[in-house]
């Protein structure tokens, strides 16, 4: 989610910082792993606001002609960084759903915990979010043919 080893190694730590500051909070007998990733959702949150605040946008004409948008005859596969672009261009509200249901493979009820969220609300974005992923996904295809 973060494209930076060290960002995610220091979220990480910032979580369980934080879920050690706030055990007391911690109810025995519920689920574990859903109030941890709830936590982590909240650091990455955090993080991603600090990014917003920092970024800086490319005001030379030579940096844009070198990020411009690929042509219909590129003939490149999608990489791992590819992927991962797309995953980066769904909005966090969805992104987050999506990583938690397809890579951490939680359930339904445990995303639902975690982000403070209806259920019903989980699976409306989840598939928003594939959606969108397949989406694109598709456009890159299209590109590449």
Request: proline share 3%.
């Amino acid at each position: 989610m973060l494209n930076d080893a060290s960002i995610a190694e220091d979220v990480v730590q910032e979580t369980c910082l934080r879920a050690w500051q706030n055990f007391d909070r911690f109810t025995p007998g519920t689920n574990a792993r859903a109030w941890l990733f709830a936590i982590l959702m909240k650091v990455v949150q955090t993080e991603y606001r600090r990014r917003e605040r920092w970024r800086v946008v490319p005001q030379s004409e030579e940096i844009l002609e070198n990020y411009a948008a690929p042509t219909s005859t590129n003939t490149e596969v999608l990489t791992d960084e590819g992927l991962l672009g797309v995953i980066e261009s769904i909005p966090l509200h969805y992104r987050q759903v999506l990583l938690m249901a397809d890579v951490a493979e939680l359930q339904y009820q445990e995303i639902a915990q975690a982000l403070r969220i209806p259920m019903g609300t989980v699976m409306s974005r989840l598939s928003r979010a594939r959606a969108r992923a397949r989406s694109q996904l598709m456009d890159f295809l299209k590109i590449t043919e």
